[in-house]
């Protein structure tokens, strides 16, 4: 019996070691930032896998202006691993939220993983009555309580990285707190300098007289045409995704949203697409996309052109969209349209987008003008990835200093959601080797 027993009891402590193990960093996390804000998950890509919910303070200046949680989902894999720190650019997108998602530069590493909620977007909302504390420099400081509070667990190696708006906030965390991190590696970011930035219109105007750029600019005159017969497919549609993704776009004018669609249509287009047939690829294609939603399509859209309805969407009014156009027109930088060629099939005589954000907006440059001046003298151990069809590379000319260890890759015909995965692998792996080396500076 006794041996029995003992058996049992050796048999109890393998089953429990593999469970203890596989939270080791439970205990840790928990003291950090309190029992309740940290959920283990089990994940088949990592050792141990937590949801966290930060205490962070509304205002880091000012310590009684009380505090919020800031989500952040952590992989865990290795002691010895880097961490990758990825901004998400406005809430947690759905891939992110995966169990099993990494990021490219978490699997060339082999990192560990941390995603960090944007203030202000997702669940990570500081104060619901007011955007005051929606800055460049918050969020920044968000990551550096991050990364100052999980140093006892990560002392060393961290890369911060981010593609758009996630990449603008590393930037501006690279800037804030250039020491915090090893390496920062920023995707389709730009550095636009004011409320609207010409260059992004001097490139879309530039477009225009290339064969593409034609075809995106008869595209939009034809919907401004033939606006009477095709807004109230417009209007339907729009009201069929409010339901299907729980959006308020409260009560807007149609036919004004429909001209701001069509007027956003070709900076779409070179953002997301890059070029003309990949935008008929999709269109072709649609109809089953559509039905997939649960969205009929209208059989009175008969041509490719009029099926460009359907992208004419009202997405400015999603939440995070206007919570993003609230940073961009304060101190961001954004773009804005050239009416001129469309003006008399406009309702409107201007259509700034600004005219979105959640609140009003003042521009003040200081911060761009100051981030410009420190990356052209002080910046270094920092990677820019754009495409050349991507209108934010182009209000994107970093100037990088000289005599610092920096990258930067463009690629050819590849727009907005350029990875380091597109270039050829000689490219890739020089990336690669450059990043470690950083990694390995002390």
């Not at 088949?44 to 880091?60: G, T």
């Not at 100052?148 to 804030?176: C, E, M, Q, R």
């Not at 690829?281 to 099926?307: W, Y």
């Not at 259509?351 to 001046?373: C, V, W």
Request: some cysteine; glycine content about 4%; overall charge neutral.
């Amino acid at each position: 019996m006794k041996s029995k027993k003992h058996f049992l009891t050796v048999l109890g402590i393998f089953l429990i070691l593999p469970l203890m193990k596989a939270q080791s960093l439970l205990p840790k996390l928990q003291k950090l930032f309190g029992q309740e804000n940290v959920i283990y998950v089990d994940s088949s890509a990592y050792r141990e896998y937590y949801r966290i919910n930060i205490p962070q303070l509304i205002d880091h200046n000012d310590p009684t202006k009380g505090t919020f949680l800031n989500r952040i989902l952590l992989g865990f894999n290795d002691d010895s691993a880097p961490v990758v720190m990825e901004s998400g650019p406005y809430g947690f997108y759905p891939f992110q939220e995966k169990i099993t998602y990494k990021t490219e530069l978490t699997q060339l590493l082999d990192a560990n993983q941390i995603i960090v909620e944007h203030r202000y977007f997702g669940k990570s909302i500081p104060d619901s009555t007011s955007l005051k504390y929606l800055t460049y420099k918050q969020t920044s400081d968000d990551f550096h309580y991050i990364r100052k509070k999980l140093n006892t667990i990560f002392p060393k190696k961290w890369i911060a990285t981010g593609h758009s708006k996630g990449g603008d906030a590393v930037f501006a965390y690279k800037y804030y707190y250039p020491n915090d991190v090893e390496a920062t590696v920023a995707y389709g970011i730009s550095t636009t300098l004011a409320a609207e930035d010409i260059r992004f219109q001097n490139y879309i105007a530039t477009q225009r007289s290339t064969e593409d750029g034609k075809k995106i600019f008869q595209d939009q005159l034809y919907l401004l045409k033939n606006k009477k017969r095709l807004l109230p497919a417009f209007i339907k549609f729009n009201e069929k995704v409010q339901k299907l993704f729980n959006i308020d776009y409260g009560t807007y004018d149609a036919e004004t949203m429909f001209d701001y669609a069509v007027l956003d249509l070709d900076a779409w287009l070179w953002q997301t697409f890059g070029n003309y047939d990949s935008l008929t690829k999709q269109l072709t294609t649609n109809d089953k996309e559509l039905r997939e939603m649960g969205i009929q399509p209208e059989t009175s859209l008969i041509t490719l052109q009029d099926k460009l309805v359907y992208f004419l969407d009202l997405s400015a009014l999603e939440q995070r969209s206007k919570t993003h156009l609230y940073q961009a027109f304060s101190e961001g930088g954004y773009y804005g349209y050239d009416e001129r060629p469309f003006a008399k099939y406009l309702k409107n005589k201007d259509y700034p987008l600004s005219f979105f954000a959640d609140e009003k907006t003042n521009f003040d440059p200081t911060f761009r003008q100051g981030q410009q001046q420190w990356a052209a003298t002080d910046m270094e151990h920092f990677m820019l990835i754009i495409g050349d069809t991507d209108p934010w590379g182009i209000c994107c000319p970093i100037p990088f200093p000289k005599d610092k260890d920096n990258l930067k890759l463009v690629l050819k015909n590849s727009s907005h959601s350029t990875k380091l995965k597109d270039f050829d692998s000689a490219t890739r792996e020089a990336a690669l080797q450059k990043l470690k080396s950083w990694l390995k500076s002390e």
